[in-house]
């Protein structure tokens, strides 16, 4: 009867610790994190995930009499952090795309015009939202939640659940990948943010040549059209841009994880 015990307590310890791990990427990854999804519905896929990982990662190697509160706690929040990290590496990209659709926005003068993210349930330039679904259909189509998955299995061998708080190197490394979500926001806007900065210094150069000219009148028009071509061109780089983004962010969980 112990035996048994045992057995089903390893069971349910694997599948705590799983559902915890699966649950925090859930809450940070996009459309699961998104606010018109329920809570309810993030929780029973993540429930079933961890349902079809728990024969396939390592079992817990913790005795039932080992175990306490404190110990349990501190084993989840080390699960918590692990999560967070492989969140994060999906999140950054999405970020960067936002930051892109609200500077290319901003210069376009959609700033007065923003409208909810339903993704997210703050306001956001039409352009933010734009990018943000293009750039999900993207990461599915190149088979990114795949990717996330196998990530996420192959954290339980380089990480298992008996491991301590992370280093200092781990949160360096973390910290450097969340600080380049502006890094790809610039560049993916930058065609927009380029073209536009020429066209407000012709207008600037243009009103002061010919006071007698209303630019301001014309340049809302003018500014809009420009921008949205460049929108095309963007989204049209985009592909390849998601491609490499994707890429560094499975790098980055690859080479980060070890330093845990």
């Known amino acids: 009867m112990n035996e048994l015990l045992n057995l089903a307590w390893q069971d349910i310890l694997s599948f705590l610790f799983v559902f915890v791990r699966i649950g925090i990427i859930f809450a940070l990854v996009p459309f699961f994190s998104a606010e ?21 990662v390592p079992a817990v190697g913790i005795a039932m009499e080992s175990l306490n509160v404190i110990t349990l706690i501190v084993l989840l929040l080390h699960e918590m952090l692990i999560g967070l990290c492989l969140g994060l590496a999906i999140n950054v990209i999405f970020a960067g795309v936002q930051i892109a659709g609200e500077v290319a926005g901003f210069q376009m003068g959609f700033a007065i015009v923003n409208i909810v993210d339903p993704m997210t349930g703050a306001d956001a330039p039409v352009t933010s939202n734009l990018l943000y679904i293009v750039a999900f259909l993207l990461f599915l189509s190149f088979g990114g939640h795949h990717m996330l998955i196998k990530a996420l299995v192959d954290s339980y061998y380089i990480i298992p659940v008996e491991a301590g708080f992370p280093d200092q190197k781990y949160l360096l490394a973390v910290l450097s990948y969340g600080a380049r979500m502006f890094l790809l926001g610039v560049k993916m806007a930058a065609p927009a943010i380029g073209v536009l900065l020429l066209l407000n210094i012709s ?20 500014t809009i059209a420009i921008g949205l071509l460049f929108m095309i061109v963007i989204i049209r780089m985009m592909p390849p841009f998601m491609n490499h983004a994707i890429g560094d962010a499975f790098t980055f969980v690859k080479s980060a994880m070890p330093l845990f």
Not at 38 to 56: D, G, K, Q
Not at 207 to 212: E, L
């Open 36 to 56: 018109v999804i329920a809570r309810r519905i993030t929780a029973v896929i993540a429930f079933f995930l961890s349902l079809v990982l728990v024969p396939v």
């Open 203 to 222: 207008f600037a150069l243009t009103a002061r040549a010919i006071p007698q000219m209303n630019v301001f009148l014309m340049s809302f028009p003018l």
